[in-house]
């Protein structure tokens, strides 16, 4: 059974920095696109950032760019999100989720297979 556990939320204050990470056991992760989506409180889940499997190919929503970082390694099977000059709006529930329809790139939340339960991200102004 494929699970996903996400770490490294917590409170900092604005312009500061976590890393959150995502590590999976049940499956290798070698062979599939993951990627981090978020929760702000009382909005709907949205696209933060993929991966594909090697790291090769990432892509970022536009309220990230430039300021997260998605990264991946597949030999301690965790993902990983850097985030930096974090505002009030950067807060919400992080999630992780891998796809396993191998090759797909999406954004959309409803394609991907496995969640984590989400760590919680606060960021004081």
């Known amino acids: 059974q494929t699970q996903l556990v996400e770490s490294g939320g917590g409170l900092v204050q604005a312009g500061g920095s976590l890393r959150l990470s995502c590590a999976a056991s049940?499956?290798?992760?070698?062979?599939?696109?993951m990627a981090w989506f978020r929760q702000p409180p009382g909005k709907e889940r949205e696209f933060v950032a993929y991966?594909?499997?090697?790291?090769?190919?990432?892509y970022y929503s536009d309220s990230v760019k430039g300021r997260f970082v998605i990264s991946r390694n597949n030999a301690k099977n965790t993902m990983y999100l850097q985030m930096d000059s974090l505002t009030p709006k950067d807060a919400a529930v992080y999630y992780c989720?891998?796809?396993?329809?191998?090759?797909?790139?999406?954004?959309?939340?409803?394609?991907?297979?496995?969640w984590g339960q989400g760590t919680q991200v606060t960021v004081s102004s």
């Open positions: 989720a891998l796809d396993i329809q191998y090759g797909r790139l999406s954004v959309q939340p409803a394609e991907y297979h496995y």
């Open positions: 049940g499956r290798p992760i070698s062979s599939f696109v």
């Open positions: 991966i594909n499997w090697n790291g090769g190919t990432t």
